[in-house]
């Protein structure tokens, strides 16, 4: 008997459909209920105003995705049993459960833990209270289990995961250059010798897809009005923490306020952290953002007032390290501007992308007579294997360097 079916409407996909039992627990279940209130993109929608979408829709794209490559890889003769297809979509639905508020903002800010790692404590809590049925997914999730394909599916080169938040991105943004393939990539996916392959005609939609992750990641996720935001989130954050260290009261939820004024001195429990971390979302901080503008503290109430306002501050991109003298100069003229707490206005950091790593894990072809090359052996297009590093200097733009 066909278990009843739950759908829901898709903009990017169309209808998704997920089976009674498990599945539709896990959706129900406040920890991913949460995930509606996590903005996917963190910042982006300063830059890109419809980029609004949550991680609630990427999980649920992404599950999709992952119900589709399980019918290709079944119908070429994978074995899948149905427990083990149950288990890599509730892996799948699950992996960005772990991840707080405004995108990575929190992460080594408040929180001391990775947002993977977050996952996985959600994971085992889910499967208690689940009598055990996620333990075969917590298996994937982690690879361990002996079927290596069904992990890569979750957290691989060519997961579920990129598959969706790719193309999901690039449609909220409107960034067209995001588009890829992903029906014809997942429709090439194979299995060979115990690897996720990709079959010979699935090539160029491959390096479509490589080059569209790097398209993105320069144009919407480390574009400097996106980094911006968040780096005056990131300092905001960490501003209020010093306040509250120091005993200053700030407005903040119960969940928030735990995060502030917990001692450093004392790492917390794991289920007192998961806890708290479960009733911490972008309301949370969206909240004491605006609270904060009006803060005694004039920094609090200057990057605050900023988020708020869209008054971000101007961040300069450079392909080596900010010249110390240059971020002296800077510093010098905030401090002018707004006193001797003004340096701490000047942030400086450095990101990096690459494209494709193959030293961790290739992407590899299945070609018709059965041998099997990495993509970056047969492919004729740049793939931009190297990292590139970026460096930045952020800072109030109503400050100008001196002249030299």
Not at 175 to 185: F, L, N, Q
Not at 276 to 283: E, N, P, S
Not at 371 to 399: A, G, H, M, W
Request: net charge negative; proline share 4%; glycine share 6%.
């Amino acid at each position: 008997m066909q278990r009843k079916r739950k759908i829901f409407n898709d903009p990017v996909y169309g209808f998704v459909s997920v089976p009674e039992g498990l599945l539709l627990e896990i959706i129900d279940h406040p920890y991913f209920q949460r995930l509606r209130r996590i903005r996917q993109v963190g910042m982006a929608h300063y830059v890109y105003p419809g980029a609004l979408h949550t991680r609630f829709h990427h999980a649920l794209g992404a599950l999709h995705l992952m119900q589709q490559a399980i019918e290709v890889l079944r119908s070429k003769g994978v074995e899948i049993t149905d427990e083990e297809a149950e288990a890599v979509c509730a892996a799948i639905l699950l992996h960005d459960v772990g991840h707080g508020p405004y995108s990575h903002a929190l992460e080594h800010n408040l929180v001391d833990v990775h947002h993977e790692a977050l996952s996985l404590m959600f994971m085992q809590a889910l499967d208690q209270q689940f009598n055990g049925r996620l333990a075969l997914a917590i298996q994937i999730f982690t690879d361990q289990h002996p079927k290596h394909f069904l992990h890569q599916l979750v957290s691989g080169q060519l997961d579920m995961d990129r598959m969706d938040y790719l193309n999901r991105d690039s449609f909220f943004t409107g960034v067209s250059e995001g588009v890829i393939g992903y029906d014809r990539i997942i429709k090439m996916l194979a299995v060979h010798d115990g690897e996720l392959v990709v079959e010979e005609k699935g090539i160029y939609s491959i390096e479509k897809f490589l080059i569209a992750r790097r398209l993105m990641y320069w144009q919407v996720y480390l574009h400097k009005t996106n980094v911006s935001a968040e780096q005056m989130v990131v300092h905001l954050l960490r501003r209020a923490r010093q306040l509250a260290l120091r005993g200053a009261a700030l407005e903040a939820s119960e969940a928030l306020r735990w995060f502030l004024y917990r001692s450093p001195d004392s790492p917390p429990a794991p289920d007192e952290l998961l806890r708290y971390f479960a009733r911490l979302d972008d309301v949370d901080v969206a909240a004491s953002i605006k609270a904060w503008c009006f803060h005694d503290d004039p920094m609090l109430a200057l990057l605050a007032t900023g988020l708020i306002e869209r008054r971000l501050f101007r961040l300069e991109w450079r392909s080596v390290p900010v010249e110390a003298d240059y971020i002296a100069q800077l510093q010098e003229a905030a401090r002018q501007e707004y006193g001797q707490w003004g340096p701490q206005l000047i942030f400086t950091g450095a990101s990096s992308n690459r494209a494709y790593d193959p030293s961790t894990e290739k992407i590899n072809i299945l070609f018709k007579s059965g041998r099997v090359l990495s993509i970056d052996e047969c492919s004729d297009v740049p793939l931009y294997t190297q990292t590139v590093t970026k460096y930045f200097v952020c800072y109030p733009k109503n400050i100008r360097p001196a002249t030299t």
